[in-house]
T-cell receptor, first 117, second 111 residues
């Protein structure tokens, strides 16, 4: 079955603009989480959605937001872009959120490379 | 505060040798720990999960150990190959139920 699909793969924006990234999870997966990856900070958790509700949020400013639709697809938005927002944004899907006894493997997409100039 | 530390930023070994990567954590009581592989410009790929009641887990040439007393996991790749060159990440669930990753170890296997 198809993996996690992220679009667009690459994009360039200028400071002050806003951007929307899209993620389609693996079929049947209802939990979607977003991560930002930069060389200096590594992989950092942004937020997690399940059944259209945000369940967890990382330590990022309010300029970073997201949502999940009834078909489990998710979008994240970054407003008023700053140079420091340049990063690889990764989406991951899993069957359910949270920690379970059986472990909850998450599957990543290829990411969206955002460059802010 | 919760921390995940992977001992080396980079590790270079000769083909055929065993690579050993370390993941140490503090202020976690994880029910399980995961290891991922990430190639440049790609998303991480899940490799192995080991539970707190498991001492060791194997998958082909990969072996993971988990010592909850030492708060440490070791990740071994035996008979390493140049194709094993990648960054390897360990991951734990944080208190907020978010998946947290170590900074990763970049492994280079030289022919």
């Amino acid at each position: 079955k198809a993996g996690v699909t992220q679009t667009p793969r690459y994009l360039i924006k200028t400071r002050g603009q806003q951007v929307t990234l899209s993620c389609s999870p693996i079929s049947g997966h209802r939990s979607v989480s977003w991560y930002q990856q930069t060389p200096g900070q590594g992989l950092q958790f942004l937020f997690e959605y399940f059944s259209e509700t945000q369940r967890n949020k990382g330590n990022f400013p309010g300029r970073f937001s997201g949502r999940q639709f009834s078909n489990s697809r998710s979008e994240m938005n970054v407003s008023t872009l700053e140079l420091g927002d340049s990063a690889l944004y990764l989406c991951a899907s899993s069957l359910v959120p949270g920690q379970t006894l059986s472990g909850n493997t998450i599957y990543f997409g290829e990411g969206s490379w955002l460059t802010v100039v | 505060s919760q921390k995940i530390e992977q001992n080396s930023e980079a590790l270079n070994i000769q083909e055929g040798k065993t690579a050993t990567l370390t993941c140490n954590y503090t202020n976690y009581s994880p029910a399980y720990l995961q290891w991922y592989r990430q190639d440049p410009g790609r998303g991480p790929v899940f490799l192995l999960l080991i539970r707190e009641n498991e001492k060791e887990k194997r998958k082909e040439r990969l072996k993971v150990t988990f010592d909850t007393t030492l708060k440490q996991s070791l990740f071994h790749i035996t008979a390493s190959q140049p194709a094993d060159s990648a960054t390897y990440l360990c991951a734990l669930r944080g208190n907020n139920n978010d998946m947290r990753f170590g900074a990763g170890t970049r492994l280079t296997v030289k022919p």
